[in-house]
Every structure is written in C-alpha cells, then in structure tokens.
C-alpha cells in the first residue's frame, strides 16, 4: 500500500528589509519611538483589536500557550496576556494586520497575513491543500499550487489595503502585492525608505493521511525526495537528487526512539515536517483530530519562528550596512536582535527550542559573527 496525504499545509514568508529604520514622518512611525510604540501595544492589550492592527497572537486565553507556543517561549515564558509594551519593543515583536484577505478557490485554500516591524514589512501566505494523494501527486499538486495555480484575492472589508479586489495571482506575485500594499499603509511617501527584499521561506506540513510501505524515511526513497522537493521547489521527484542524508545536517533527529521516523527536514529557504506516528498508520485513531490540530499548532509555531528568526537576521543586516558609530535606537535594537539569535542558536531553557531556527541561523553565520565583532565589539557564537 502506497502513502496517501490527505491534508497539507504550505506557509510562504517573505520579507522586506528598509534601508533605515522607519522614517519619523512615516504613518507607521509608532515602531520606531519606543514610547509610541508601547502606547499602541498596551492599548490593543486592554481594549483590543482595532479595525486593522493586532498583537501577532489571539486575545483569546483559550490559544495558549499551544497554538501560540512560539511566542510563549520566545517571550520567556511569559504569559502572553501579561506581556508588556516595553517587553514587547525590546524584544522585537512585530504588529499584526489582521484580517487581510483571502483566496475564494475551494481548494486549495488561501489566506494572507501582514506583520510589521520598524525594520521592515512581512508578508506571510498560507496554502490549505486537500485531496488524497500519493507523495508523489503531492509534490505536484503542491508546485503546481505555489507556480503554476492563480487566485482570486478577496480583501476583506475592513482592510486599510483595499480598494480593489485582485485577480488572477499565483502565489508569489501574492506576496508581492501583499508587501507592496504593507509598504503603502507603512510608509507611504516618507522621504528614502529604500528596501531589499529577500528570497521567499517555506514551510510545508503534512496534517493528515495514511502511511503505507513506502513511508520510511532513507536514501532516496520516496519520503526522502518529496521532503527535498516540499524545501527546493525546483522539480518533482523524479528530477530530484537530494544528498546523501548520512552525510549531511540538514534534519532534525529525535531523541525519542518512538519518533525515528520522525523528520523536520530544511534547506536555507525550506522547511518540511513529516511526523507519521501523529499522522500515519500508527497513530491512535482515537486521536486523530487531536493528533491533526497539535500537526497545525506545530506548523504555525514553526511558521512563527521562521517569521522571527528572518526579521532579526534582517536587522542585523541593516546594522551591517550601517556606517560606524551606531546611533540607537538602532544600537539598542540590533544588541537584542544578535541576543535573541544567540539565544535561538544555544536553545537557552526558557526560549524556543527548534532546530528551525539554529538551521536558518547557521546560513548567515558569516553576517552574524561580523556584526558581533564589527558593531558590538563582541565574540562570535561560533554558529
């Protein structure tokens, strides 16, 4: 019996990076001056949501800490719903815009989110694919859902990036449009906001099926393949030639024994998550939507990360290219952006444990250890 993949989550962020710090005659200025920034922050904390900006998590207690877990830990185990203004700038959390829009396809189904930083713009895509598949139909059906499938965006009502509805975009001019909007309500004509923007991130979760005999994980099997194409994006699994796994450092390992079979599986832009003892043929099928809810917390939490983990290597590159002596806030900011990577990177106790984010740190380790020297007069990580 073949493996079917009767769900799969796709989660594509991509970011842009200012050539600055927010402009102070930006409309979105807050995220720049500390103390404007904590007023909106507590704000939203005690009356809520506004009609556009949001906390990056649900007000919601009934979310926590699972679904939110990342920003749990991150935060030191601090509850979200005591987390402070002056907490949250020091440590980098971004607003929300919340309710932006969605795709009206039945399947798959798309939704699109926006984070903003006084750093720079995110613009996060979710794909919600279903069917029953094999790995192999899969992987094309995912490709052909992120290159080749166009949508028919919807921006909700409520939106500061209507007016218009937009037709006919595949995903990656999705996020495109998505950022050029986020850029207009950030900044709109604010004086030399020059931007770069950075290759796409991805992440790919299988939430539910049925494992069969080709499901075990090894040199050039099937799983081995799709996991590669599920993080490159660069053909299907007959043109795929992924390195030997033996040889390489590029997936996570579980210390449980219970969980061998288990990968979280990463290139520099890609991640894919493949845990068949949640949902293959051994899970328990009493806990068959439990075991698909915690496969969608887990997706979110390690989308999150990624999210967090990209923005704080972003300002790091701008601290980079930044001519000496830093001035804060910069200074302020790029110090705790280089200790929260540090803190990722060791897996401090009270922080977010994932190989997610040590991997994505490992690929600008040459831009992080320059910046520690260079800027801050400090010892590399050795990361």
């Given at each position: ?18 050539n ?5 005659d ?9 103390d ?18 949001e ?9 926590y ?16 719903d ?5 907490t949250?700038y ?14 009206a396809?039945?399947n ?14 995110a ?11 094999t ?9 052909s ?41 950030a900044?709109?004509?604010?004086g030399?906001m ?8 991805t992440?790919a ?7 069969g ?6 040199k050039?099997?099937v799983?081995?393949?799709?996991l ?16 030997d ?5 590029n ?10 079979g ?6 520099r ?6 845990f068949p003892?949640?949902f ?24 999150m990360?990624?999210l ?17 002596p ?27 444990k ?7 740190i490992?690929q600008?380790k040459d831009?992080i ?15």
């Amino acid at each position: 019996m073949e493996t079917k993949i009767n769900e799969l989550r796709i989660s594509i962020v991509k970011m842009e990076r200012f050539n600055r710090l927010i402009a102070s005659d930006a409309p979105m200025s807050f995220l720049y001056d500390s103390d404007e920034y904590v007023k909106r922050f507590d704000a939203l904390k005690q009356q809520g949501n506004t009609d556009f900006w949001e906390l990056p998590w649900p007000l919601d207690r009934k979310y926590y800490p699972t679904y939110q877990r990342f920003w749990y830990r991150y935060l030191q185990d601090t509850p979200l719903d005591t987390v402070d203004g002056t907490t949250a700038y020091e440590r980098l959390v971004p607003m929300r815009a919340r309710e932006l829009g969605k795709a009206a396809n039945a399947n798959p189904k798309v939704s699109v989110e926006g984070y903003f930083y006084p750093h720079g713009l995110a613009a996060v895509v979710n794909i919600y694919l279903t069917g029953d598949f094999t790995l192999r139909q899969l992987v094309d059906a995912a490709r052909s859902a992120i290159e080749i499938d166009t949508f028919d965006l919807q921006w909700n009502a409520i939106s500061k990036l209507q007016p218009a509805d937009t037709p006919g975009l595949n995903v990656s001019n999705m996020a495109d449009v998505l950022l050029g909007r986020l850029r207009a309500v950030a900044v709109d004509s604010a004086g030399n906001m020059g931007r770069k923007i950075g290759d796409a991130l991805t992440v790919a979760t299988i939430i539910d099926g049925k494992t069969g005999d080709d499901a075990e994980f090894k040199k050039d099997s099937v799983v081995h393949k799709g996991l590669e194409a599920l993080c490159v994006w660069s053909g299907g699994l007959d043109s795929i030639q992924p390195e030997d796994p033996e040889k390489t450092s590029n997936f996570q390992l579980w210390k449980d024994k219970k969980r061998a079979g288990d990968k979280l599986y990463q290139h520099r832009r890609g991640k894919a998550v493949w845990f068949p003892l949640l949902f293959g043929e051994e899970a328990n099928p009493k806990w068959k939507e439990k075991n698909k809810k915690s496969l969608s917390c887990y997706h979110r939490n390690l989308v999150m990360a990624t999210l967090q983990t990209e923005s704080l290597i972003n300002l790091v590159d701008l601290v980079d290219d930044t001519a000496a002596p830093l001035q804060n806030p910069l200074k302020r900011l790029g110090a705790s952006a280089l200790k929260r990577l540090e803190r990722f990177y060791f897996g401090d106790e009270d922080t977010y444990k994932s190989f997610g984010p040590r991997y994505q740190i490992l690929q600008d380790k040459d831009l992080i250890n320059r910046v520690r020297k260079d800027k801050f007069q400090a010892e590399p990580f050795d990361p």
